[in-house]
């Protein structure tokens, strides 16, 4: 069965430092998403990307994170200097029409920042 | 603004006795609403969803849930645990046309022998 997969699992960097957290899609799906959760919180919608641009963001999603497409299978998101808050689950999902279809998560980053 | 309440952070039951996962919505439009399961180091696995069809929805592993507008209730439920179902759920809603999904807070649920 086909599934999304992040890499890397686990990622420590320090506080200031950016990052690149990778996604690959399920391959016919055309709408992707990253969220992510704060240990103890809710799960948070960051961003949605579709036909190579941002169809719709969060507050939570400022000037510091972008999203990329870089080629036919990859979904990454860049956050460019990363702050103690940042540090969190982040969950990478992709779906086929999306709307109302299912969004097929992958299994998250753990992204830690001392 | 769309929003879910699950209205237990956790839920114990023994095996082999039914599971109840409350959840409560609120939605502007007409809503699609999911229950999704997180097993430990797992990503989140769809288990059912509902968007406007029949109001009782079947999913994987023998859970279902039922849409009750009158009520804005979603709440999920198994008639027989099993060991396996030990995981956090979530319910989610996504207004119709709009592309993100809004978690509840999750419940876990805890099946002891």
């Known amino acids: 069965e086909p599934e999304v997969t992040q890499t890397p699992s686990h990622q420590v960097t320090q506080m200031g430092q950016e990052v690149i957290l990778r996604c690959v899609p399920i391959s016919n799906h055309l709408y992707f998403y990253w969220y992510r959760q704060i240990l103890g919180q809710k799960v948070e919608f960051l961003v949605s990307f579709y036909n190579n641009e941002i169809s719709e963001k969060s507050e939570i999603f400022d000037d510091q994170f972008s999203v990329e497409r870089p080629d036919g299978s990859n979904f990454t998101l860049k956050i460019r200097s990363t702050k103690l808050e940042d540090s969190a689950m982040y969950f990478c999902?992709?779906?086929?029409?999306?709307?109302?279809?299912?969004?097929?998560f992958g299994p998250g980053t753990r992204l830690t920042v001392t | 603004a769309q929003s879910v309440t699950q209205l237990d952070s956790h839920v114990s039951v023994s095996e082999g006795t039914p599971v109840l996962l409350r959840c409560n919505y609120s939605s502007s439009y007409s809503p699609s609403l999911f229950w999704y399961v997180q097993h430990p180091n797992k990503g989140l696995q769809l288990l059912l969803k509902y968007t406007s069809a029949a109001t009782l929805v079947k999913g994987i592993n023998g859970f279902e849930a039922e849409f009750k507008k009158s009520e804005t209730s979603f709440h999920l439920t198994k008639p027989s645990a099993h060991m396996s179902d030990a995981a956090e759920y979530f319910c989610?809603?996504?207004?119709?046309?709009?592309?993100?999904?809004?978690f509840g807070t999750g419940t876990r649920l805890l099946v002891s022998p």
């Open positions: 999902a992709s779906s086929n029409t999306g709307g109302i279809d299912e969004q097929y």
């Open positions: 989610v809603v996504s207004d119709t046309g709009f592309q993100k999904l809004v």
